[in-house]
């Protein structure tokens, strides 16, 4: 094989380039040329970089890509990169510029101890400064490479994040590696410090605050509407087609935003390290309305603290309550019992309408996902005209 061979791919709308050995100046004009002839048959096409076999790219090589990505005004997307390409790449301050994926490294002989397990993720201590985030095997690696940029994107942000470094390979399961030192859940440290739920409600209200105050660059996250509307769409086995519609209606009723909306936040996903508040868990992050966020939560500790509170923390309904009681008061600023109840009667029509897609979200059991539906069918869609009215207030 010569010093340097480049392969094509195209499939389901992208075009894989594979380039093998190195590139440098002797031969990036030909490799640009390649990649210029291929993509013309394929003119809209998202192009990804599969550099497994690539050795070595020089300036010359760089400038090609930058070149690509002008003219075809597309994002160009790295996979597979090795530790060398990745250097080279963050000297020269490509990698801010290009989607860069490492190569995926094997840790398997790597002893892990085992924090905990739950809906197929596993959450390992490596060493005393990193955490390895494990999937199931049934999950795709195109998914967790999402949730690693999501990760960053938000920590770049200003988002209290962990910084999230590969995507590793360990005992025949796909994981991301986290920095992270000695920490514990907030519902956890609540449980073994009663004394301290005050403390850690305020904290969870003022960090909420932070995340609702950043902005991500545009495109690089989901849609939170979008989100929504899909899992409303998937509920074909719980609600006819003019139920789906209307509650498409509903979630698209809500005021567009551009904050960070986390998707999950309650006292079981949020972490504490050295009483700064963390967060890990960014599969749910997305871009929209803040009230996305209030609703989940709100859903959790108070509106179905019967069916999740238990499901997702180490907390009763009870300090739930409370919980959330102190924690929307921090968030908001204030002790106005007037203000407070305006706000919630908005965020329970939105927690209401979380409750009636948490199947979708594999949250629940068949069971409690039949008695949610029909309390969604009675109390949302039997009144949905005074619940569009309220979601159409959701600006904070």
Known sequence: MSAFDVQFKFESGVITCSPVGRIDSTNAKNFETAITGFRAQHQNAELV????????ISSAGLRVLLSLSKKANVRINLINVSQGVSNILDVTGFSTIFEVSRSIRDISGEKGHL?????????????NDTI???????????????ELKYAKAALLSGVPALISYDIVSYNGRYGILYEMPNVKTVSSLIVFQQWKLDHYAKEMGKTLQTIHSCTPEPGILPDTPQIFTTRALSMDKY?????????VSLIQSIPAASTIVYGNYHPGNVFAMNDELILINMSGISCGNPVFDLGMSYMICVHDADTFIKRVSDIDMLQAKKFW????????DTDDENVIKHHETIIEAVAMLCSALSPAMGLVSQDDAKRLVE?????VLGYSGYMKRLLEEAIF
């Open 49 to 56: 970089f599969d550099c497994q076999e690539l050795e070595y």
């Open 115 to 127: 924090m905990g397990e739950s809906a197929g993720i596993s959450l390992y201590r490596m060493d």
């Open 132 to 146: 390895l985030k494990l999937y199931s095997k049934t999950e795709k690696l195109e998914e967790i490479r999402k």
């Open 239 to 247: 609600f006819n087609r003019d139920e789906i519609n209307t509650l």
């Open 325 to 332: 009681d102190i924690m929307i008061r921090n968030y908001f």
């Open 375 to 379: 309390k969604a069918r009675r109390d």
